[in-house]
């Protein structure tokens, strides 16, 4: 199965602006998750995700920001459906509900079966990383397009790295840019596969650097920012000591601009290290005791 997510805020209160967290609360379900920055990436993920879940027999959740991406207009690349089929041949489904072999899916299972289960989840999960990373080669073979599961983006000789997923990436490329022309040593780092989390990949990207900052749109309330904290202990259990800023940015739909990212980097430039675990970037401070 494919899940395409659209990305919503979860309430209270209710909201139907981009946010992150309603695909991050189902991040240990099972599923692959592919974070997607236009809807060309999204067309073409699609097919990177039906290749991988039909050899895992797991689904995958691609996911796109409401609005900037749901309700926007794009041009996207189409293929033909013969293109396609030379990507992605015929599923021949080997488990499927058939009146000649009843079967029963989904049942409740006991303790001395459910175990095991689970561990299968976790060990095929992990095949995903290299999986995924093949599916992107081939389609690159085929299609003349690439993703990678994690893409970097200026980080030669980055002191400074910035870690994005979704849209805010497209805005962010544009400050770097801004950033490496005014001389500062900045690079972006887009989170694309995020579970199975990408570790590996993480540390040896992240390594070089002095200084992370991420931007996460989602909150895990009392303990930050979700890609934030995952990149934490994957460099902690990688022995690498690397100050890690996190950031709180554009939850409920709220605008990333620019001038944002940029606040982002000129604090993350003038601290040796971060004084507290989260950040919040854009608080109405005036409009508090309205909204208890």
Same mark, same amino acid.
């Not at 095991?116 to 999960?125: G, N, P, T, V």
């Not at 022309?181 to 989170?191: E, H, I, P, S, T």
């Not at 650097?209 to 909150?219: L, T, Y």
């Given at each position: ?6 990305? +919503? ?27 997607? #920055? ?5 067309? %073409? ?15 995958? /959740? ?16 189409? /293929? ?51 999986? /995924? ?18 893409? #970097? ?5 980055? %002191? ?12 962010? +490329? ?29 540390? +040896? ?11 996460? +749109? ?75």
């Amino acid at each position: 199965m494919v899940l395409a997510n659209i990305n +919503r805020a979860v309430g209270p209160p209710w909201n139907v602006w981009s946010d992150q967290n309603d695909s991050l609360s189902q991040r240990d379900v099972g599923m692959l998750q592919v974070y997607c #920055e236009s809807n060309q990436e999204v067309f %073409d993920t699609v097919l990177h995700s039906f290749w991988v879940s039909e050899q895992l027999m797991l689904p995958t /959740m691609l996911v796109l920001d409401a609005f900037y991406l749901s309700h926007t207009c794009e041009i996207v690349e189409v /293929m033909e459906p013969d293109e396609a089929r030379a990507y992605l041949p015929p599923y021949e489904p080997k488990h499927f509900l058939s009146p000649d072999h009843p079967t029963a899916f989904g049942n409740l299972t006991a303790p001395d079966s459910y175990y095991e289960l689970r561990y299968q989840i976790d060990r095929d999960l992990r095949r995903g990383i290299e999986l /995924m990373r093949q599916a992107d080669q081939r389609f690159e073979e085929v299609f003349g397009r690439s993703y990678g599961i994690i893409e #970097e983006y200026r980080t030669e000789d980055a %002191d400074l790295l910035v870690v994005t997923s979704g849209t805010i990436t497209g805005t962010a +490329r544009v400050v770097i840019d801004e950033c490496r022309d005014a001389g500062k040593r900045v690079g972006l780092v887009k989170m694309r596969l995020f579970r199975p989390f990408p570790a590996d990949d993480v540390c +040896r990207i992240l390594r070089p650097a002095k200084k992370v900052a991420v931007i996460d +749109r989602n909150i895990g309330f009392s303990i930050g920012g979700i890609f934030a904290q995952e990149i934490r202990a994957a460099l902690f259990s990688a022995g690498i000591h690397l100050p890690v800023f996190g950031f709180i940015a554009g939850i409920g739909g709220r605008d990333v601009t620019p001038d944002t990212i940029h606040e982002i980097v000129d604090q993350t430039e003038h601290m040796d290290a971060p004084d507290q675990e989260v950040y919040w970037i854009g608080v109405k401070h005036e409009q508090l005791h309205h909204t208890r």
